[in-house]
């Protein structure tokens, strides 16, 4: 059975500083998705990571996927309170170019940007 | 577009009452999706439907039932409630690509938020 484990669950930040966000799971995958819900939102996709050593970055968000060490990690640069949001990282057991389609959410990770 | 709609937004039932959550994509997507979401659990998928006529049992299947009535639309039906189907449900859809076509991300719906009492 597939497991993703998230940490930290909570992370408060100062602006202007940076973090990173860890994504751990348990079975072979090479693909690997990063979605922010603001609260009493829906999910909005973030990054879509399908090789290892994949990296993609957006603004002040950077992900990147390790299969080997089966980790993927979303690096915040010079957080702002526009970042504040809860972050999932989803796995697809799809593997060598097959997508199963069926993922497995994280726990969340909450985030707030403090002034 | 719209993307992924749902309906309803918000309901409270009573334990042993039955209900259906619409769902439905404008997108062209072959592959559709059921997730509860609960604090503290991230989503859960319930049911799937790769494509047009086909649907599977996701994680937590248990207590629910759906239907692929078409390619837009994928609904999901609680027979008889209980207090633990209180959740926040999501609709998702995708486009599933062919072996080697690389992987899609999910469009989400903006959710239904369920209180069984």
């Known amino acids: 059975e597939l497991k993703v484990e998230q940490n930290p669950l909570f992370l408060s930040m100062q602006e202007g500083k940076n973090y990173t966000i860890y994504c751990n799971y348990s079975t072979t995958s090479d693909r690997l998705y990063w979605y922010r819900q603001d609260p009493g939102k829906s999910l909005e996709s973030l990054f879509v990571l399908l090789s290892n050593g994949a990296v993609k970055q957006e603004g002040r968000l950077m992900a990147s996927l390790d299969t080997k060490a089966r980790l993927s990690t979303l690096h915040i640069t010079a957080a702002v309170h526009d970042l504040s949001a809860t972050y999932f990282c989803a796995v697809d057991v799809g593997l060598g170019g097959t997508s199963y389609g069926k993922l497995t959410f994280g726990q969340g990770t909450i985030l707030t940007v403090h002034p | 577009n719209a993307g992924v709609t749902q309906t309803p937004k918000f309901q409270v039932l009573k334990t042993g009452q039955s209900m259906t959550l619409q769902c439905a994509q404008d997108m062209n997507h072959n592959s559709m999706y059921w997730y509860r979401q609960d604090p503290g659990m991230g989503l859960r998928l319930i049911y799937y439907?790769?494509?047009?006529?086909?649907?599977d049992k996701g994680e937590v299947p248990n207590g629910y039932n759906v239907s692929r009535l078409n390619k837009r639309e994928f609904s999901l039906r609680l027979e008889s409630a209980a207090p633990s189907q209180t959740s926040v449900y999501f609709c998702?859809?995708?486009?599933?690509?062919?072996?080697?076509?690389?992987?899609?991300?999910?469009?989400f719906g903006p959710g239904t938020r369920l209180l069984v009492l």
């Open positions: 998702a859809s995708n486009i599933k690509r062919a072996q080697g076509q690389g992987g899609e991300t999910q469009y």
């Open positions: 439907s790769a494509s047009e006529g086909t649907t």
